[in-house]
Every structure is written in structure tokens, then in C-alpha cells.
């Protein structure tokens, strides 16, 4: 509703969503540049770094349902993240006993990533490849994760459940679950977007 009331309004406000997604890079040059000299608001969604740094003087962190302002730098925020998941790492592997180990080792950065998103050594050829053909394909995935959680959401804001609640409390589980799962492919969308930047 706030939103809608916005755009009554003439304020300069965008709220961009991914708007990079489907573009060549003329394209999405000429759309840095307007942005760059747009004189109002930018409200911005994009996991594309590169298109990112230039426009960004705020950093919003929307991470386990919390949306954190953050005093960083793009680059400091990046390294930032390095470096916890190295802790994270280093304390997984100090302390097998706490938590699923199997979850640990699908979400966070192998040690030898790790170091090599560090800039201590330049990846392999090789490496690469395997990190932008994991990252194509969870791209994939992400994909049909939103597009089944956009179905579920539907479901559950048009349906009427009154005469069946067993049926809402599975449509509840089934999209806690995918929710789930988006989350984890998303971190590890990010993780590898950071050793191939």
C-alpha cells in the first residue's frame, strides 16, 4: 500500500528488481549510465556486483528475515563476508559436534575456496569453469524455487481454506520448505559470485 501511495505521489523513487537479469552489456551499460545520473531514489535488487558498486552509497542486508543497514563500503561488505565464512568454516571443522556437518559443508565455502577468493592464490582454469557451471545451474534452480514459491504464495492469498485447514497447514509446510531451500541455493549463489568476482 506505502508503495502504491508512492507512485500517487511526485517523488523520484525506482525500485528495480534484478534489472540487469536479461540484458547484453550495451544494454546494461546504457542503463548504468541513466541510473548513474538519475537525480532521485534508487531502491536496488541485483546480485550483479559489478553493476552494483557504482550506484550504491547504502548497503541493506536482508538476511533470516532481518534487514540490517550496514556502514561498509560494496568491497568491504564483499570482504566481509569472506571472512565469516572462513570463521564459520574453522569453527565447523574445530567443533564437529554442533550442528549437521552435511549442511555445513553444502553451504559454506570449502577451505581451498575460501583462500582462493582471498586473493592469496589465483584460482585454477579449471576451478572456474566448475564455479560458473555450478553457478548457471543453481541459477536454474533459484529459478523454479521462486516461480513454485510465487504459485504457493498465490494459492495461499486467493484460496479459500475455511473448510479444509489440513490443506493450509500443508501449503504452509510445503512453502517453509521451499523457502528453505531457496535460502540455502541463494547463499551459495552468493558464495560462488564472490570467488568468481
Known amino acids: 500500500m506505502a508503495l502504491a ?9 525506482l525500485l528495480l528488481d534484478e534489472p540487469t537479469n536479461h540484458l547484453d ?15 532521485g531514489t534508487l531502491c536496488l535488487v541485483s546480485h550483479d556486483r559489478d553493476f552494483v558498486a557504482p550506484l550504491v552509497d547504502q548497503l541493506l542486508e536482508v538476511q ?9 563500503t560494496y568491497e568491504e561488505y564483499l570482504s566481509k563476508k569472506v571472512q565469516e565464512t572462513k570463521l564459520r568454516m ?16 553444502q553451504n559454506a565455502l570449502s577451505e581451498k575456496e575460501v583462500n582462493e577468493s582471498d586473493g592469496n592464490s589465483k584460482p585454477s582454469n579449471n576451478q572456474r569453469r566448475y564455479w560458473e557451471k555450478e553457478l548457471k545451474k543453481i541459477e536454474a534452480e533459484i529459478q523454479v524455487l521462486d516461480q513454485k514459491q510465487a ?3 498465490q494459492r495461499l492469498s486467493e484460496e479459500d481454506f475455511s473448510s479444509n485447514p489440513a490443506q493450509l497447514n ?4 510445503e512453502q517453509t520448505a521451499n523457502q528453505s531451500l531457496l535460502d540455502q541455493k541463494m547463499n551459495r549463489w552468493e558464495e560462488l559470485g564472490v570467488l568468481l568476482s
Open 5 to 13: 501511495k508512492l507512485l500517487l505521489l511526485p517523488n523520484n523513487f
Open 25 to 39: 552489456s550495451d544494454s546494461r551499460e546504457v542503463l548504468l549510465q541513466a541510473l548513474m545520473n538519475y537525480p
Open 64 to 72: 533470516d528475515q532481518r534487514i540490517t543497514p550496514l556502514v561498509l
Open 90 to 105: 574453522k569453527s565447523s571443522q574445530g567443533n564437529p559436534k554442533q550442528g549437521n556437518m552435511k549442511s555445513v559443508t
Open 151 to 153: 504459485v504457493i504464495n
Open 170 to 173: 500443508e501449503l504452509i509446510q
